[in-house]
């Protein structure tokens, strides 16, 4: 039995028990951790989109290039048919895929779009925006887990289809978790089926290092907001000025850390556990993977998957990359 709040009914939900439990279990840990998969609440959602389009955050734009400028030797690799379906793991707000989807609907007869997300709010967001701008476009949202999201899409039955997980968001998983993951996508689909995956690749080091360390101090209150959002949700009393933000890339391995830092001696009190936090102590936030090209091949022949085609931006920083299942 949970007693999550002792003021407000909303944070016994499920949901909230879940947060709580990922919370602790990461909080309990010798180096404490925290799920950034937690980072998408509202406020999450605005900073991430700030940060996005902060000068040192480059991944966005370099796939909106592609996506944009390749839009027309995408379609036809997407499209099975004179049918469409996409399906999108994290869609956000849809800003990029926005490019291809309005290629394909000019030159396709039914396209529909099935885009997943954990976040309600960036769903409602996209479904009013895509609905204005493209009309024609059939848009089916699903809200919550991407596998709940594709067993749903699977029992509706057998269309061919391609699924999108763009954005690097695959390098928020550490590289072997990427592998599981990948694993676990293609038992979704049926053979024929594609994916297109987005990853960042290894670039020199400052450029990425200053990507997750932007000057005006978005990344930072990116991180802070988790600890706000468990004072609110979880009725902890975290002090976000006691925490400071810092990141670490380590071009041996492509792996970029975020941490929070507790600048003291404390102890952070929840309503049936406290945390104890000593002065220099981290909390490990988020890991973004870089990957090198011949990683990304090494995981889709790992993974069994055909890889069809990749995409690149001007530069050669970032790769949408297209499998077959
Ligand atoms: C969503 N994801 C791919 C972002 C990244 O680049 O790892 C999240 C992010 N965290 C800090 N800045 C951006």
Redesign the pocket.
Same mark, same amino acid.
């Given at each position: 039995m949970y007693m999550l709040s002792k003021r407000d009914d909303s944070s016994t939900s499920p949901v909230n028990r879940n947060f709580y439990d990922d919370v602790m279990c990461g909080l309990r840990q010798t180096e404490k951790s925290l799920p950034?998969k937690y &980072?998408y609440d509202a406020q999450g959602d605005v900073l &991430?989109q700030q940060?996005m389009h902060c000068p040192e /955050?480059y991944?966005t734009r370099c796939e909106e290039e592609i996506l944009r400028e390749q839009r027309e030797d995408l379609a036809p690799c997407v499209s099975l048919g004179d049918d469409v379906t996409l399906v999108e793991l +994290?869609a956000g707000d849809g800003s990029k895929t926005f490019h291809l989807l309005q290629c394909l609907v000019s030159n396709y007869k039914h396209v529909t779009y099935h885009p997943i997300d954990i976040s309600s709010h960036i769903l409602k967001h996209l479904e009013a925006d895509l609905g204005n701008k493209l009309p024609e476009l059939s848009i089916d949202s699903y809200h919550g887990d991407y596998f709940e999201g594709l067993a749903a899409l699977q029992q509706q039955g057998h269309t061919p289809k391609v699924v999108l997980f763009l +954005?690097? !968001?695959i +390098? !928020?998983m550490p590289k072997a978790e990427a592998m599981q993951f990948c694993i676990r996508m293609r038992s979704f689909l049926n053979k024929g089926d594609k994916v297109l995956i987005g990853f960042?690749l290894v670039k020199n080091p400052r450029i990425i290092q200053a990507? /997750?360390d932007d000057e005006a101090g978005l990344?930072r209150r &990116? !991180?802070i907001n988790l600890l706000t959002r468990m004072n609110r949700e979880l009725d902890a009393d975290f002090n976000e000025e006691l925490f400071e933000h810092y990141c670490h890339y380590d071009p041996t391995s492509g792996t970029?850390s975020?941490y929070l830092v507790s600048l003291l001696e404390h102890t952070v009190l929840f309503p049936e556990d406290e945390i104890h936090f000593d002065k220099g102590e981290l909390i490990h936030m988020?890991v973004?993977q870089k990957y090198l090209p011949s990683e990304i091949d090494h995981m889709a022949s790992e993974t069994g998957f055909a890889p069809v085609k990749t995409f690149t931006d001007k530069r050669g920083w970032f790769v949408d990359v297209l499998w077959e299942a």
């Open positions: 950034s &980072f &991430f940060i /955050y991944l +994290g +954005g690097a !968001n +390098g !928020n960042d990507a /997750y990344t &990116f !991180n970029c975020s988020e973004s």
